[in-house]
């Protein structure tokens, strides 16, 4: 009887120069990797990442049996204005919400995916009281005159709704008896937080992505079995580290944005084996920092803007700054400056170690003994007072930014990931100890491979009510079950992160109780 073979994990990540592919056993270790240039149409690279993977493992492509894709698709077509969809915008608010429009901070370019905007009666007081009774008659109309419009997407929001939905989950029901059960629907209960504007920006922008969530999950598929990786469960990356199913993806494509940090974050914890520190993963034209809390990339607390839009769903708390290996270097009157541009995917292109004529932070470490790639006689001719002060500069960028990170004045365990890492020194201020693990470059796409699966349960909770143990005992159960429902082993499944925040301006003791649970996939 033959002995069973192992199975494997692939996993991708895009970025904006390099599209990196890991294949990982069953025991989780990197059976193969491979770093190539992103290309213009992204899907290039993805499939010469996966071909170039699977050729160095010569694995059997049946044994694959689960595969993983971080991409910053939805970023990209945010900030670049491209390929999103007009939708319907129906707020559920007035009269109370009258006085601020929808998408009105947004810049005129991006406001155009709205192809029709209506605010309704309806919607709840911060106590749970009803503010208005809900128009469906309103409701009706508005959805009627988007199908006439031939929108395929709307979304939905509602005052208050993270305190009771019920509004907008009748508007949601109207909207498919009206438009048919393949309208696509985007419901601010189930993406943002407390805060109706920008729950309701975040709602807008899922919406809008709705054509770009099935392009990249098609494409990747398509991808896989081009590739005769045909069997595959097929996963994306969310950005709080973990992953999610491609129905959920296509539900929620907003919350792959950020992705590429939580990658390497995870990447990062999983190869260095610690569970906080400080990540810093340097790419080809950006530089992250991110805080690793108990495995998990930490929780931003603030509002964040994408393409220009405040928005305040989950988003990993992390810094970007622009420097990586592509980073253009100049000198001007004994300044020597560093980005923020950058030669990007076209490095093995323009950077003087691969015979091109652009000085970039990368021919800087060749320079200076940092790093052996390309050619280094072709380094050999770069002034050395020159190279110091730029590495001088790209030292005082990184540390800067590291002192921001952190919540003491303490030195701090700092993991250095990314292909980009060769361009700092082993020690750097601020840093207790800075490890640069095996398989450093890649930390991003074994992030990916590695991840688990969770679930979260957020609720407003009155401990007046409900006995604060109860509370949380019974919020750690529903997260335990979502995640089980996502896909994770139930015997694996833990709780990584229990908050419950008072809230001031509510009667009594009333606090907001979020619970998040992970486990291995199944």
Same mark, same amino acid.
């Given at each position: 009887?033959?002995?069973?073979?192992?199975?494997?994990?692939?996993?991708?990540?895009?970025?904006?120069?390099?599209?990196?592919?890991?294949?990982?056993?069953?025991?989780?270790?990197?059976?193969?990797?491979?770093?190539?240039?992103?290309?213009?149409?992204?899907?290039?690279?993805?499939?010469?990442?996966?071909? =170039?993977?699977?050729?160095?493992?010569?694995?059997?492509?049946?044994?694959?049996?689960?595969?993983?894709?971080?991409?910053?698709?939805?970023?990209?077509?945010?900030?670049?204005?491209?390929?999103?969809?007009? $939708?319907?915008?129906?707020?559920?608010?007035?009269?109370?919400?009258?006085?601020?429009?929808?998408?009105?901070?947004?810049?005129?370019?991006?406001?155009?995916?709205?192809?029709?905007?209506?605010?309704?009666?309806?919607?709840?007081?911060?106590?749970?009281?009803?503010?208005?009774?809900?128009?469906?008659?309103?409701?009706?109309?508005?959805?009627?005159?988007?199908?006439?419009?031939?929108?395929?997407?709307?979304?939905?929001?509602?005052?208050?709704?993270?305190?009771?939905?019920?509004?907008?989950?009748?508007?949601?029901?109207?909207?498919?008896?009206?438009? =048919?059960?393949?309208?696509?629907?985007?419901?601010?209960?189930?993406?943002?937080?407390?805060?109706?504007?920008?729950?309701?920006?975040?709602?807008?922008?899922?919406?809008?992505?709705?054509?770009?969530?099935?392009?990249?999950?098609?494409?990747?598929?398509?991808?896989?079995?081009?590739?005769?990786?045909?069997?595959?469960?097929?996963?994306?990356?969310?950005?709080?580290?973990?992953?999610?199913?491609?129905?959920?993806?296509?539900?929620?494509?907003?919350?792959?944005?950020?992705?590429?940090?939580?990658?390497?974050?995870?990447?990062?914890?999983?190869?260095?084996?610690?569970?906080?520190?400080?990540?810093?993963?340097?790419?080809?034209?950006?530089?992250?920092?991110?805080?690793?809390?108990?495995?998990?990339?930490?929780?931003?607390?603030?509002?964040?803007?994408?393409?220009?839009?405040?928005?305040?769903?989950?988003?990993?708390?992390? $810094?970007? $700054?622009?420097?990586?290996?592509?980073?253009? $270097?100049?000198?001007?009157?004994?300044?020597?400056?560093?980005?923020?541009?950058?030669?990007?995917?076209?490095?093995?292109?323009?950077?003087?170690?691969?015979? =091109?004529?652009?000085?970039?932070?990368?021919?800087?470490?060749?320079?200076?003994?940092?790093?052996?790639? =390309?050619?280094?006689?072709?380094?050999?001719?770069?002034?050395?007072?020159?190279?110091?002060?730029?590495?001088?500069?790209?030292?005082?960028?990184?540390?800067?930014?590291?002192?921001?990170?952190?919540?003491?004045?303490?030195?701090?365990?700092?993991?250095?990931?990314?292909?980009?890492?060769?361009?700092?020194?082993?020690?750097?201020?601020?840093?207790?100890?800075?490890?640069?693990?095996?398989?450093?470059?890649?930390?991003?796409?074994?992030?990916?491979?590695?991840?688990?699966?969770?679930?979260?349960?957020?609720?407003?909770?009155?401990?007046?009510?409900?006995?604060?143990?109860?509370?949380?005992?019974?919020?750690?159960?529903?997260?335990?079950?979502?995640?089980?429902?996502?896909?994770?082993?139930?015997?694996?499944?833990?709780?990584?992160?229990?908050?419950?925040?008072?809230?001031?301006?509510?009667?009594?003791?009333?606090?907001?109780?979020?619970?998040?649970?992970?486990?291995?996939?199944?």
């Amino acid at each position: 009887m033959s002995a069973k073979q192992s199975t494997y994990r692939l996993g991708v990540d895009v970025g904006g120069t390099n599209t990196d592919a890991v294949l990982v056993d069953e025991n989780l270790h990197v059976a193969a990797e491979v770093k190539l240039p992103t290309t213009a149409d992204v899907y290039g690279g993805i499939l010469a990442a996966i071909r =170039g993977v699977l050729d160095s493992s010569g694995i059997d492509r049946k044994l694959i049996a689960k595969a993983m894709l971080g991409t910053t698709q939805c970023t990209n077509a945010i900030v670049e204005r491209k390929r999103l969809s007009k $939708i319907g915008v129906l707020r559920i608010g007035a009269p109370a919400t009258l006085g601020i429009i929808p998408m009105v901070d947004w810049a005129d370019d991006l406001r155009e995916i709205a192809a029709a905007v209506e605010i309704i009666r309806g919607g709840f007081e911060y106590d749970g009281k009803e503010l208005a009774v809900f128009d469906e008659a309103a409701a009706r109309s508005f959805f009627e005159d988007c199908k006439r419009r031939g929108i395929q997407s709307v979304a939905i929001s509602q005052v208050f709704s993270v305190i009771r939905e019920e509004h907008e989950e009748r508007a949601a029901a109207i909207c498919r008896e009206v438009m =048919g059960d393949g309208v696509y629907v985007s419901l601010s209960s189930k993406i943002g937080s407390m805060g109706l504007i920008e729950r309701e920006n975040a709602t807008i922008l899922n919406a809008a992505l709705y054509d770009v969530a099935h392009s990249f999950t098609e494409g990747f598929v398509n991808s896989l079995r081009d590739q005769g990786v045909s069997s595959a469960e097929v996963y994306f990356s969310q950005n709080d580290g973990t992953l999610m199913s491609m129905e959920l993806a296509r539900k929620y494509p907003i919350l792959t944005i950020a992705c590429g940090p939580t990658n390497s974050i995870r990447g990062a914890s999983y190869l260095s084996r610690l569970s906080n520190a400080v990540v810093i993963d340097i790419g080809g034209t950006t530089t992250d920092f991110g805080i690793l809390q108990n495995g998990f990339p930490r929780e931003s607390s603030v509002a964040v803007t994408i393409g220009g839009v405040r928005t305040n769903f989950r988003m990993p708390d992390v $810094i970007s $700054i622009g420097l990586g290996g592509g980073s253009i $270097i100049r000198e001007k009157n004994g300044e020597v400056t560093v980005g923020p541009d950058s030669v990007g995917y076209r490095l093995t292109e323009k950077a003087l170690v691969f015979g =091109g004529g652009t000085l970039t932070a990368t021919d800087i470490a060749v320079r200076l003994g940092l790093a052996r790639v =390309g050619d280094p006689a072709k380094a050999a001719g770069i002034d050395l007072g020159l190279a110091e002060k730029a590495l001088a500069r790209i030292v005082e960028m990184v540390e800067d930014h590291l002192d921001s990170m952190k919540t003491s004045g303490e030195a701090v365990d700092v993991v250095l990931v990314g292909g980009g890492s060769i361009l700092l020194p082993d020690h750097i201020a601020g840093a207790k100890k800075l490890y640069k693990p095996d398989h450093f470059a890649v930390a991003n796409a074994i992030g990916s491979a590695i991840s688990k699966v969770s679930g979260a349960y957020e609720k407003l909770i009155s401990y007046d009510e409900t006995p604060r143990e109860k509370a949380l005992e019974t919020a750690k159960a529903e997260a335990i079950e979502l995640a089980v429902q996502a896909g994770a082993m139930r015997d694996t499944v833990e709780i990584v992160d229990v908050e419950d925040v008072p809230l001031q301006y509510h009667a009594g003791n009333t606090c907001r109780v979020k619970v998040k649970a992970a486990g291995e996939l199944g």
